[in-house]
């Protein structure tokens, strides 16, 4: 496992998170935050997993990908930490297995807590070695929307297995993925499930959107609609003139009308932001000024465009994104939609 868990070596209370994180989400950061307040661990291990062995058919995206997301929203918090054991182990993911590699990671008698959800305990006897599995670690059994932590059932596997179980009176956020990965196939927003690090990787490499709707007939009318309640009546106007001219251009020069419409679209979504909302996302999304275009906040709409284009209303396209980007201010080497995107911001009546 190399350097990767070099520092668990020192680490003798330890609280591991297992689960697919496809996406990680708000409700998994809950409670592991409340797990960090109440049980003191010096870590959460976030380990995102390989093939669920109990889900044989379930497809998860890359575990590469998992990993990462899981990474970019839980680094920020000194307390958590990940760990890609599972997803870099060959065949099924038992978490036996895994609870047994921190056992001979972690010092003689650290401290292991597994945190458990209550559909699994409730199914945990089935799990691979579960006898085994029940002695290595305690567990922290927490409530899940739907499902109930049965007594009876937990006083047994205390009983007849020795198992150290805590449940744990956590947040019940109603958050799953499958929810989000709808969200996402169907171009709603995410932003209230899941930390806007995660969402944003998510989004850059494409992992729940489904091909071929991002830039849909269906998906342009939505997000015209959204634009005709966000901006002025004058600067909704000027869109819907920039499209027009824009589509003209696109098919006269042989450029793609559709890019164009929605370059075109999506050109001005900034335009309007105040100028404090513009300084305040300069910085938050660190987009590029000089002292020029602090002193003239206004310029920077086009920049900022790019990134609300793809940030809030999830267009990824990058000649797309390129072309609102320059449709104010040019640039060296444009390509034929960002001089299209210009020429039709200038020219609509």
């Known amino acids: ?57 379930l497809t998860v995206s890359d575990g590469e990908h998992r990993y990462r997301m899981t990474m970019s929203a839980v680094c920020e918090t000194p307390g958590f930490d990940v760990s890609r054991m ?34 699994a305990l409730m199914e945990i006897l089935s799990w691979e070695s579960a006898e085994k599995l029940l002695t290595l ?19 047994n ?28 196939a169907e171009g709603k927003p995410v932003g209230g499930l899941m930390p806007a690090v995660a969402e944003n990787y998510a989004r850059t490499h494409g992992l ?5 709707t991002e830039l849909s007939p269906a ?44 370059a075109a679209l999506l050109h001005d979504c900034a335009k309007e932001f ?16 000089d002292e020029i275009m602090l002193s003239h906040i206004d310029i920077t709409h086009s920049l900022l465009g790019a990134e609300s284009a793809k940030r809030q209303y999830f267009v990824t396209d990058e000649e797309i994104l390129q072309a609102i980007s320059r449709h104010t201010m040019g640039h060296a080497g444009m390509s034929l939609l960002d001089k299209i995107i210009m020429l039709a911001y200038f020219i609509e009546p």
């Open 86 to 119: 599972e997803i870099d182990r060959n065949g099924p993911s038992y978490t036996v297995e895994t609870i047994s590699a921190l056992r001979e990671i972690c010092p003689p008698n650290a401290e292991i807590f597994f945190i458990i959800g209550a559909d």
């Open 1 to 57: 496992m190399g350097t990767t868990h070099d520092f668990l070596e020192r680490c003798d209370k330890l609280a591991v998170m297992g689960g697919t994180f496809d996406p990680i989400h708000y409700g998994h950061l809950a409670v592991a935050e409340v797990v960090m307040h109440k049980f003191l661990p010096r870590r959460v291990l976030f380990i995102p997993g390989g093939q669920p062995p109990h889900k044989p058919d």
């Open 274 to 289: 105040s100028a404090d909302k513009k300084h305040t996302l300069c910085k938050l999304w660190c987009v590029p000024t």
């Open 208 to 212: 729940f959107s489904t091909q071929g």
């Open 137 to 155: 670690c305690q567990f922290i059994a927490v409530h899940r929307p739907g499902y109930e932590i049965e007594e009876t059932y937990v006083e």
């Open 219 to 262: 998906r342009f009318e939505k997000v015209k609609s959204q634009l005709e309640l966000r901006l002025s009546p004058r600067r909704f106007k000027h869109t819907l003139g920039t499209i027009i001219e824009a589509e003209k251009l696109a098919r006269h020069y042989g450029a793609d009308v559709n890019k164009a419409k929605w």
């Open 157 to 184: 596997l205390r009983k007849n297995y020795g198992a150290v179980i805590h449940v744990l009176e956590g947040p019940r956020l109603e958050i799953s993925g499958t929810e989000i990965r709808k969200n996402f």
